[in-house]
């Protein structure tokens, strides 16, 4: 994302949503892929931009990494994530 070389923090408007609402980036190969493949639905979308709004604020929420610099004390050691890093 040439305005945002981080990435988009969750909750925080995207750099490259003009005014009007609509992307800067579509149809440009440096859209992030989970961008256009994120298909729009009634059950998303909804009737209203306060619904879409929320929907997509769930979404954050949802998919958010746990907090903290490493996240091995938090699902441990034993998880088939760490199985590779053997015992310490
Ligand atoms: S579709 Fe992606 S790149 Fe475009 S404005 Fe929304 S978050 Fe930003």
Same mark, same amino acid.
């Given at each position: 994302?040439?305005?945002?070389? %981080? ?14 609402? +609509? ?15 994120? %298909? ?31 996240? +091995? ?11 590779? %890093?053997?015992? +310490?």
């Amino acid at each position: 994302m040439p305005r945002m070389p %981080q990435g988009k923090p969750a909750g925080v408007r995207c750099a490259h949503l003009l005014t009007d609402e +609509r992307c800067e980036l579509f149809g440009r190969a440096e859209r992030p892929a989970v961008c256009s493949s994120l %298909q729009p639905s009634p059950e998303m979308c909804g009737a209203s931009r306060a619904h879409a709004l929320r929907w997509l604020r769930a979404l954050e929420v949802a998919t958010t990494p746990p907090a903290g610099p490493c996240h +091995r004390g938090i699902i441990g050691a034993s998880h088939p994530l760490h199985a590779s %890093q053997g015992p +310490r």
